[in-house]
């Protein structure tokens, strides 16, 4: 099956291609495209990583990669045969040229005659390396393109000098930086929904908006990568990168067409105008808090300081929730509520666009009345439902009336094939040569000076974070924090 008309092969190299993300999630994505007939004749896929373990061994390492994470309905024998021979690999070390020369040799005429793609799966310490060595080699040119990665730098200062790097040998329009949030299925339909229906753009507004509420809830902890956690924490790992991307989709005005220039100049309008968190503010809007030990589903689980490799003085927040405020025409006045954390009870990522309530019920009785509410579902399942008030059927005296949710879930007639992996999405966005779902460097830096904010306060506050047991939702602080302004957190179910 081939779908795309213009269809043209490309070399796929990926560093750090015998890695955690490599393995569990990038070939894994790139076997399922080829099953979709989404890979062109004559494209490879090589590895490169310091360790020499051969091509034999490389597809090896990917084959049982693809049996443990890939999805189990997806294999098929023929549809791997094919893929086996597209593998490659060469062993690279980031910082040295030689090497990189056996990637030229192994790429050999296909440099030239196609496009190239290299895809930065490694720590982002090596980024400028790589690609001052590609460039050095002869690797560089109008036809490649690299990928990036998070977490892109540590602060702002950090993420320039990332950039920076990159940027002496790839011009800005080559390169990608992931958020695999954008690749989600919802999340684009979340553009779809505001801007193909003239039903919602009227009352996107803080006119009619009460509050937005952004939720992406783990229950699983740091997974024996403490040591990058630690370092890290939710804020930088979760709310700098996926939270606010989500944030600036909901939040921005309409762009003048798809085209990845349009929807990052209204994206970067939004994040542009969050409001700084003073130190005030980030000690009344902020909450963050770390998990001690706890149940997750009758079992018992380790406290984050306990888990494998932990420091038991560690500040490190596993759990984050912050009221941000966007000051521009359409949204002063409407808060956003974010929220995320490790070990919580439940796996749900969720947008809540809360509107204002009716400004007078003319119907007896309010304990039934709540406002409407569209909720938009990233996971496990992806749905967008409408909460209503309707007449509860009867011949009661009076009206009574109560909610109901209206579901704008695809139906199942044009939903009959798999929902993509967003690393799928992603990586053949990058082979086509369309970056609208990739986040430009102003965006980065952007998000970095709103979040920089928040952790320079953090790191000199003398309060210590709050702590909540695993399997909990988070801190009783959490709830105030949203309670206090006369709101709850919307209640999944
Ligand atoms: C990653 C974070 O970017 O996103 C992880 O580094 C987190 O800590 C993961 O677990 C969540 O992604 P998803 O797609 O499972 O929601």
Avoid at 279 to 300: C, H, I, L, P, S
Avoid at 352 to 381: C, W, Y
Wanted: charged share 25%; aromatic share 10%.
């Amino acid at each position: 099956m081939q779908h795309n008309t213009t269809c043209f092969p490309c070399n796929v190299v990926i560093f750090g291609g015998n890695g955690d993300l490599a393995i569990r999630k990038l070939l894994p994505a790139l076997y399922n495209l080829d099953r979709g007939g989404y890979l062109c004749e004559g494209t490879q896929v090589i590895g490169a990583s310091r360790t020499d373990i051969g091509r034999d061994g490389y597809i090896e390492m990917v084959r049982q990669g693809i049996d443990e994470f890939g999805d189990p309905d997806c294999w098929d024998e023929t549809v791997w045969e094919r893929f086996k021979d597209r593998l490659n690999y060469v062993a690279v070390d980031a910082r040295n040229l030689d090497s990189f020369k056996l990637l030229k040799k192994a790429l050999g005429k296909s440099f030239t005659q196609n496009d190239t793609v290299y895809y930065m799966s490694t720590a982002p310490d090596f980024f400028g390396d790589i690609t001052d060595n590609l460039a050095a080699a002869g690797l560089v040119s109008d036809r490649t393109r690299v990928v990036m990665e998070k977490p892109i730098g540590k602060s702002l200062e950090s993420s320039k000098t990332i950039n920076d790097a990159v940027a002496r040998s790839f011009p800005e329009k080559n390169i990608y930086r992931i958020d695999h949030y954008l690749g989600k299925e919802t999340v684009q339909n979340l553009l779809a929904v505001r801007f193909a229906n003239a039903l919602f753009e009227p009352v996107w507004t803080n006119a009619h908006i009460d509050n937005v509420q952004i939720t992406v809830a783990e229950t699983v902890g740091v997974e024996g990568r403490w040591g990058y956690y630690d370092d890290s924490g939710a804020l930088r790992d979760m709310i700098q990168n996926h939270l606010l991307q989500l944030l600036s989709l909901v939040a921005m005005g309409v762009p003048v067409s798809l085209d990845a220039e349009a929807v990052r100049a209204e994206k970067l309008k939004v994040l542009k105008s969050l409001k700084k968190m003073s130190v005030d503010r980030v000690r009344r809007n902020t909450v963050r808090a770390q998990y001690t030990a706890g149940n997750m589903d009758g079992r018992k689980v380790p406290g984050y300081k306990e888990e494998e490799g932990g420091v038991p003085d560690s500040q490190t927040e596993t759990f984050v929730a912050i009221r941000a405020d966007i000051h521009n025409w359409r949204w002063r006045g409407v808060p956003f509520y974010l929220r995320t954390g490790k070990r919580l009870p439940a796996r749900y990522s969720e947008i809540v666009i809360q509107f204002k309530d009716v400004p007078h019920s003319i119907f007896p009785g309010t304990a039934n009345m709540s406002p409407n509410k569209l909720v938009i579902r990233l996971q496990p399942e992806e749905s967008i439902q409408l909460y209503m008030m309707n007449k509860l059927p009867g011949l009661g005296e009076g009206m009574e009336v109560t909610p109901v949710t209206l579901n704008l879930t695809l139906p199942d007639r044009i939903a009959d094939s798999r929902v993509p992996e967003a690393y799928e999405r992603l990586i053949l966005d990058v082979i086509r040569g369309n970056s609208t779902l990739f986040v430009h460097r102003d965006e980065v830096e952007a998000a970095w000076v709103w979040a920089d904010a928040i952790l320079d306060s953090w790191a000199t506050a003398t309060v210590d974070p709050h702590v909540y047991p695993a399997g909990s939702w988070g801190p009783q602080a959490a709830f105030e924090l949203v309670a206090r302004d006369g709101r709850s957190w919307h209640e999944t179910n």
